[in-house]
């Protein structure tokens, strides 16, 4: 018998246990929306180059392709085939969404501001 409430009592502490881990990660990686107007004009070098500034060339420079660095970058892009339409299939934006080297380098709204920058024609505005 009480070798039972024993178990029993592990069961509940078990159950307590997984339940505050699924909490506490729904709050990690809880999905927040980002807010980013597909109808606003995106602008290459004040929006794109920025985000590659501070998340990309410390690998992108010159020895790894795509050179994002400024100056570079939209070139490299460009004549890389990087960039092509519709984005949601182009080279650039299937490697920060989905490839696991790039994943946590961009946030949503960064990822979302290079996907309507190429979706408008990736221009060198
Ligand atoms: C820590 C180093 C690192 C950082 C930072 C990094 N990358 Fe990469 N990137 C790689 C590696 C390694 C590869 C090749 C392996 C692969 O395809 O995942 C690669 C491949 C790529 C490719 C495909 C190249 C090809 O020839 O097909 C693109 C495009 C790219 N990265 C874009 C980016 C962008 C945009 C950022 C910034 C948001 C970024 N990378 C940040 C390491 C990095």
Redesign the pocket.
Known sequence: MNHKLKRIRQIFVALVLIAAAGFSSCEKYSYSPASVDPTATWHFKTDIQP??NT??V???GSI???D?REGKSYLALTK?G?VTLPGLTS??YH??SS????IP??TDT?KLK?LYWINQGAINN
């Not at 490839?99 to 790039?102: G, K, P, R, V």
């Open positions: 985000i590659f998340n990309c410390t690998c992108h790894r392709s795509p994002l890389g990087f080279k650039l490697q920060i490839s696991s080297d790039h380098r961009t960064e290079i």
